[in-house]
Nanobody, 124 residues
Framework: QVQLVESGGGLVQAGGSLRLSCTASGRTSSTYIMGWFRQAPGKEREFVAGINRSGDRTYYADAVKGRFTISRDNAKITAYLQMNSLKPEETSVYYC?????????????????WGQGAQVTVSS
């Protein structure tokens, strides 16, 4: 079992930045692919970014490429999502997730463990 706890959400103006953190406990998180999803009210949960076990390969949804950066520190058992140039339509609950799959996948069903979510609100 892996427990994931997000932090760093909050309110930011359009164009601003936030950094989300995800701290893992339980089984060694370095054996898992880490990812971030988001879900806005009335919408389906969508893939935002993923990172492989060693942290040298990252994957992004087209909507966030060039603005968001996912990273991980296996020594600290923490994953991060740096979000820049945020837009009001990106107001969502952001979820940290971990997967035992071999490669980063974009479907939520591929992920075994989920955090409780962090609210990110972008004001216009």
């Amino acid at each position: 079992q892996v427990q994931l706890v997000e932090s760093g959400g909050g309110l930011v103006q359009a164009g601003g930045s936030l950094r989300l953190s995800c701290t893992a406990s339980g089984r060694t998180s370095s054996t898992y692919i880490m990812g971030w999803f988001r879900q806005a009210p009335g919408k389906e949960r969508e893939f935002v970014a993923g990172i492989n076990r060693s942290g040298d390969r990252t994957y992004y949804a087209d909507a966030v490429k060039g603005r968001f950066t996912i990273s991980r520190d296996n020594a600290k058992i923490t994953a991060y999502l740096q979000m820049n140039s945020l837009k009001p339509e990106e107001t969502s609950v952001y979820y940290c997730t971990a997967s035992s799959s071999i490669v980063v996948l974009t479907r939520s069903s591929a992920y075994n463990y989920w955090g409780q979510g962090a609210q990110v609100t972008v004001s216009s």
